[in-house]
């Protein structure tokens, strides 16, 4: 016998729902990292202190904010209505989006160096580096096949949502490797397993809790 | 229904609609570049109102000090690596960047010491500037003679045509600019120490041996000819001759040559008598040169002996004298507890930091060590 936790899909419920819905999925459920292991790269290198993952953490749920509400008014505004008349937006999105996060990156650095001195220096290097990272590409087209999707079909409320639910999935799934990281003591470990070796295990355990959140709500 | 439209349309469309947001979004950074990043001419005040200067914002200090005539020391061209370019920025620094920590010791920070390369002008600042760096500016000459001491190393001479002179003390060096050539986009300076000695003042020497792959060395190995224009700045550096009458060990390997070809016929001419050992290492005997000349100085010169050293002579070498590291050379002639000697270093780190050990082993405390490093 099967229990179903959730009887109906909560995407046909009411806004707030729908809202609690997505956000849920995509930061938890569905992370950006640990299900879908994209942002590998920063999330390896940037996780030794908590601090550093902290800042390259609210970067990244900024930027993902911003750009797959972006993108979504590309996508469903301009490259899906032109679509029909034989535009392959699937091939273009990508060229564009990427256009889009990088010009995006470019523009926020300049905005925070000049409105936050502070916050600027803390977030160092991070800052450019986030054009590279490749989980705000992946929430950008994980965002279109939502809206070409008949059972989801996202607005743009929805994307936004989305968008920011990716990011603080990637900004908690960093935090708590930090936070292992800090605790770990180097000499206990197999000199080959130090570094990458062991932070790649560490990070393999925890997707794999995260695999059993799969399927908990069902979109 | 809608009609596809033709292949050619739609990729007239797609092309169409790339150049439009990339464009839309250039324009956009472009505007925005224009507005958040405009600082404004912003005030520097050096040596508390020794001098004024008002200079376009937004660049870092080190660019902004050289377009007003002022050279700070910087052997990697700005990139936050080789940590000369330290500067006192007592106000308007803003916090310590994660690039320039590495590079500053706790004492330098708490002193408010910054690397003046990833310092920003975003406001008025007020630093401090050693007095001696001023008369450090900028050189043009004519290369005169280029000529090859080893199959991989050069001797450079350039004339000076403006300013025609140039004042310096031996050890010192010059940051050569190689312009932009096919390897390299923009121009780029690195540093060479001066070979020839400080009476020599109308002309400039330098010692430069061939990085394979290095943008500067390359240009010089291959581009450059003789009676070709050329543009430094100089002098720079604090490797130089102490004024005690302690006795001297110089160490030197390769191109570590120049600064003690230099020294040695400034304390000829000028009647410095103290007394030196220059340990001099090469690999075999096709990199050696200079050896002729200083012998006949060691032989003319009671005070000063010189050692070349082989580490792996070639089969032809018929090699007689020291052979071995440089560093075992070192262990084998210098006695140990000498606490009055003097030690000069040039050459690669690798040898400089092996050097120091062997140093250090021998009870040469670290302020009686003087070195000039590659990196």
């Known amino acids: 016998m099967t229990v179903q936790l959730i009887a109906a899909s909560p995407i046909d419920g009411p806004m707030a729902l729908r809202l609690l819905a997505i956000l849920a999925s995509a930061s938890l459920t569905d992370n950006i990292l640990l299900a ?78 000049r409105i936050s001195t502070r916050l600027y220096y803390s977030l160092g290097i991070f800052l450019p580096l986030i054009t590279v990272n490749c989980a705000i590409l992946g929430a950008a087209l994980f965002m279109t096949t939502s809206v070409t999707d008949p059972a989801k079909h996202y607005g743009g409320l929805d994307s936004l949502v989305y968008g920011f639910g990716a990011g603080a999935g990637w900004f908690i799934a960093i935090m708590l490797l930090a936070g292992v990281r800090s605790r770990i003591k180097e000499d206990s470990i197999p000199p080959a397993l130090r570094g990458p070796g062991i932070t790649l295990i560490i990070a393999g355990i925890m997707a794999m809790a995260f695999v059993i959140f799969q399927g908990m709500i069902k979109l | 229904m809608v009609q596809p439209l033709s292949l050619w349309l739609v990729v007239l469309v797609a092309t169409g609609l790339t150049c439009m947001l990339t464009t839309l979004l250039a324009g956009l950074l472009l505007l925005a570049e224009r507005f958040l990043v405009n600082y404004g001419p912003c005030a520097i005040d050096i040596n508390s109102g020794d001098r004024q200067l008002t200079v376009e914002g937004g660049q870092t200090l080190l660019a902004a000090l050289k377009s007003e005539g002022i050279f700070i020391p910087s052997a990697c061209g700005g990139r936050g690596t080789c940590a000369y370019c330290k500067l ?27 690397i003046s ?32 001491l080893t199959h991989d190393i050069k001797e450079l001479r350039i004339a ?165 590291l440089i560093t075992e050379i070192v262990n084998r002639h210098v006695t140990a507890g000498r606490n009055d000697l003097e030690a000069y270093l040039c050459g690669s780190a690798g040898m400089i930091d092996a050097a120091c050990k062997v140093l250090a082993d021998k009870g040469i405390t670290e302020d009686r060590i003087f070195y000039d490093k590659f990196n």
């Open chain 2, 117 to 148: 390369c990833q310092v920003k002008v975003r406001n008025d600042l007020k630093i401090n500037i050693p007095q001696e760096l001023f008369s450090i500016r900028e050189y043009r000459g004519v290369v005169k003679r280029i000529r090859d």
């Open chain 2, 160 to 324: 000076l045509t403006e300013p025609e002179t140039l004042e310096f003390s031996a050890g010192q060096y010059i940051q050569l600019q190689a312009p932009a050539y096919d390897k390299s986009p923009e121009s780029v300076y690195r540093a060479y120490s001066m070979s020839n000695p400080p009476d020599d003042n109308r002309a400039v020497e330098t010692i430069i041996r061939l990085v394979p792959g290095g943008i500067c060395t390359t240009w010089v190995f291959r581009y450059l000819t003789e009676g070709d224009e050329i543009a430094f700045s100089g002098p720079y550096g604090e490797f130089r001759l102490s004024e005690t009458d302690n006795e001297m060990v110089w160490i030197a390997g390769g191109s570590g040559m120049s600064p003690f070809w230099s020294m040695i016929r400034h304390m000829k001419t000028a009647g410095i008598e103290r007394k030196t050992t220059y340990f001099f290492g090469a690999v075999a005997k096709r990199d050696l040169f200079f050896v002729d000349e200083l012998t006949e100085l060691a032989d003319e010169l009671p005070w000063f002996e010189f050692i070349p050293a082989l580490s792996a002579p070639a089969d032809g070498d018929h090699w007689t004298g020291e052979t071995g």
């Open chain 1, 36 to 113: 879908r292991f994209l942002g590998m790269c920063p999330f390896l290198s940037l996780s030794r202190q908590v601090r550093s993952a902290f800042g390259m953490g609210l970067a990244v749920i900024f930027v993902t904010t911003c750009t797959v509400w972006i993108n979504w008014l590309l996508y469903a505004h301009i490259l899906l209505p032109l679509e029909p008349y034989g535009l392959p937006a699937d091939s273009l999105k990508l060229i564009l989006f990427i256009v889009v996060v990088a010009a995006f990156v470019q523009l926020m650095e300049m905005l925070i160096e």
């Open chain 2, 88 to 114: 006192k920025i007592t106000d308007g620094a803003g916090p310590l960047l994660p690039t320039e920590e590495p590079l500053l010791t706790k004492d330098e920070i708490a002193a408010d010491v910054r």
